[in-house]
């Protein structure tokens, strides 16, 4: 196993968010400077990225970015689908648990909110991040470039080209997976309007349904 992996029951994860700014033929992925242009790219379907200010390094990207046939991903890696999630949820002991064993616990990276139940307290010191896949509430870039930080993780799900997203909520234990039926419903957009994390899945490591 490779140092930027980690073992989570049969699938093997990537460490860390996927955080390029080029496809793999070499192209810059484009990078909006302003939230008009941002909504440009999103009404024209063309790909972007959002960097963000509060992680240095960590990198959002648009749907069209993640499906361009440049490519964001080395060829040993993909997007995860929602058997991959649903495999993941799984093996931590299910989605009632799930975002307590997938978030960090460092207040640096995923910081609580300041009424935790004593149990829950206690529950985050116990099983906190036991899956080390460290995810950080980097946030998320609405259509209108609304930046949203500090209040979750999002990361894109792909499924039979259609898109999804794994929410992790601060405070929370209960994982999500988002579809356009609850964006519509709640924001008014599609979730292809969003830009959100990558962690890629590996793909010599197939996720098999249960």
Do not use: C
Not at 117 to 139: C, D, L, P, Y
């Amino acid at each position: 196993m490779e140092d930027n992996e980690i073992i989570i029951g049969t699938q093997t994860w990537s460490k860390y968010n996927t955080n390029t700014l080029i496809f793999q033929n070499g192209d810059l992925i484009p990078e909006p400077k302003t939230k008009g242009e941002w909504y440009n790219h999103i009404k024209e379907g063309k790909p972007a990225l959002f960097k963000s200010k509060e992680f240095p390094g960590e990198v959002l990207y648009n749907y069209y970015a993640l499906t361009d046939p440049r490519g964001i991903l080395t060829k040993e890696w993909r997007v995860p689908n929602l058997i991959d999630i649903r495999n993941l949820f799984d093996f931590v002991g299910g989605k009632e648990v799930a975002a307590l064993k997938l978030k960090s616990t460092n207040p640096n990276d995923f910081e609580e909110i300041v009424f935790l139940e004593e149990q829950e307290i206690a529950r985050k010191i116990t099983i906190g991040n036991s899956s080390r896949f460290t995810a950080k509430s980097v946030g998320a870039r609405s259509p209108n470039g609304r930046f949203f930080s500090g209040m979750s993780a999002n990361f894109w799900i792909i499924d039979e080209e259609m898109p999804f997203r794994l929410n992790l909520i601060d405070g929370e234990t209960t994982a999500f997976v988002d579809n356009d039926t609850h964006f519509i419903r709640t924001f008014g957009f599609k979730i292809i309007d969003y830009a959100f994390s990558l962690r890629a899945i590996k793909k010599n490591v197939p996720s098999k349904k249960s």
